[in-house]
């Protein structure tokens, strides 16, 4: 008896055990059959909120559903990044994040949601760099020129940037200690924002890195790179580590998906989205906007945002930078 009982709990375990996974499966199987959303933490018109849209009308066709963009800005992107985290892991809501998921991990004493435990990395994107630009009509020609007006006018010189723990926002604190110069750091809601106050001659100077178009069509004037090294798309602008050693603040974007997304849906998003990097005409808009395609896979790019949380801890808690 006791052995037929034994048999029976053991049958059932089993029985139960297929059941989940015949449900996990045909869940995979039927994703997507509804319509995919792609939250961008950030106001439109951005280059966030550009690759977004590029990638998501890309990929819609490669699932036979639509992926719909939705801004949800706020909070140096930590209020769309909030609602990702916090939504239902059906492989229906994805993020579409940047470098300022890892910034805030360490600019905000309580972020709204933590990026190791609340969100998983589905594919890196691209690579960005900041441009630091001037208005058309300002006096200030170079890198240079700009580190020594600093220098000889403390408490007047204003950056523009794309909000509160961005990497714009980074930038500009790093120019400051790093040069030992007097900077005040503005932030506005987003990178078109920044751009249209040093056009406008309302800052001295403005970071961001939708600003390589202003900078092809003369509205601003670019000084400097933030990467290690100049871009292929303006290689006659220098680097900011050309003035400053060892300065580099790297833009990327991603796509993340909310904890406990199926791994199998989010091995194909990452399929599709690297597929779609590799497409010309992607490339080329890409391009456009000085960025490099990257396209990794789920296990590389959470490789790459454990070596971003452990460089930018190194960087960032020195400066003694708080946002609330």
Known sequence: MEVKLKFFHHAKAYLLCLLVLSFAISSYAAWPDRDVTFIVPFPPAGNTDTVARLIATNVSSSIGKQIIVENRPGAGSMIGSQLVARAKPDGYTFLVGSISNVLNHFFYKKPLYDITNDLIPVSQ????????????????????????????????????TTGVGTSTYLTCEMIKAMAGVSITNVPYKGGSAALQSAMAGEVTFAVANEALPFIKDGRVMGLAVTTPTRSIFVPNIPAVSEYIPNFDVTSWYGVFAPAGT???????????????????????????????????????????????????????????????
Not at 131 to 152: H, M, N, Q, W
Not at 283 to 296: C, F, N
Not at 305 to 324: A, H, M, R, T
């Open 125 to 160: 994107i691209i690579n960005v760099p900041n441009y630091i630009v001037v208005g058309d009509k300002s006096e200030i020609k170079t890198f240079r020129d700009l580190l020594i007006y600093a220098k000889s006018n403390p408490e007047k010189v204003t950056c523009a």
């Open 262 to 324: 199926s791994k199998e849906i989010v091995n194909d998003l990452a399929s599709k989205i690297q597929a779609t990097l590799k497409q010309p005409e992607v490339i080329k808009k890409l391009e456009s906007l000085g960025a490099v395609p990257v396209g990794t896979s789920p296990k590389e790019f959470a490789r790459y945002i454990n070596l971003e949380l452990k460089k930018w801890e190194i960087v960032i808690k020195p400066l003694n930078v708080s946002v609330d």
